[in-house]
């Protein structure tokens, strides 16, 4: 059975930093890219970053390019977002997601954790 | 990277049909047959409904259907049931990088 597992949020403080993590298991982790997706209170899903199998391919939202840094530790089953510079509408709760396709990819997220509440305040 | 449009809601009665559209650019649904269409209940994470444009994952009720036509795709849903009430997003892989890009999502209601 497919998990994904995030944790790493909280309260932090505008302009402070969090690390999320996300802990894979159920599936060969090192041959699928893996995304983040974050969804604020009441509203819809924005996609943050993605990360292809190896690491050679990496993406981010403009809105949180320069300030975010997904990563991956395929050793440990793992997918991390460094988030810097935070900021109030960095405030959602981040879901890890499981690309579908095999190797490359599709940008289509088959499995989804339950995700990690980050709120920027003062 | 600007958002996909959806509709704000659509309804429609049990028993009815409904389509729901998702408008983007030639740099993403019109460049690649790579769109997804995901459904949300309150307090549940996002469930894959369709992908690549038409498919469906193991377990999606074939009363889901997927199309596109130049930079619009649609969401079909056929035998409207009560459950199916929920808000639905689109997503179009977006090019090099990974990238993906979400429409803004839609609220259906079964009356």
């Known amino acids: 059975e497919v998990q994904l597992v995030e944790s790493g949020g909280g309260l932090a403080q505008p302009g402070r930093s969090l690390r999320l993590s996300c802990a894979a298991s159920?599936?060969?982790?090192?041959?699928?890219?893996m995304h983040w997706v974050r969804q604020g209170p009441g509203k819809g899903l924005e996609w943050v970053s993605g990360?292809?199998?190896?690491?050679?391919?990496?993406g981010y939202a403009d809105s949180v390019k320069g300030r975010f840094t997904i990563s991956r530790d395929n050793a440990k089953n793992s997918l991390y977002l460094q988030m810097n510079s935070l900021r109030a509408e960095d405030t959602a709760l981040y879901y890890c997601a499981k690309d579908n396709r095999f190797y490359d990819s599709s940008g289509s997220l088959d499995y989804w954790g339950q995700g990690t509440l980050v709120t920027v305040s003062s | 990277q600007s958002a996909l449009t959806q509709p704000a809601s659509v309804s429609g009665s049990p028993g009815q049909s409904i389509t729901i559209s998702c408008t983007g650019t030639?740099?993403?649904?019109?460049?690649?047959?790579?769109v997804s269409w995901y459904q949300q209940h309150p307090g549940n994470t996002p469930k894959l409904m369709i992908c690549?444009?038409?498919k469906r994952p193991s377990g999606v009720s074939n009363r889901f259907s997927g199309s596109k036509s130049g930079n619009t795709a649609s969401l079909t849903i056929s035998g409207l049931q009560a459950e199916d009430e929920a808000d639905y997003y689109c997503s179009s892989y977006a090019g090099s990088s990974t990238s993906v890009v979400f429409g803004g999502g839609t609220k259906l209601t079964v009356l």
């Open positions: 159920g599936f060969n982790f090192d041959d699928y890219a």
């Open positions: 990360i292809s199998w190896n690491s050679g391919s990496i």
């Open positions: 030639s740099s993403d649904i019109g460049n690649y047959n790579l």
């Open positions: 690549e444009v038409s």
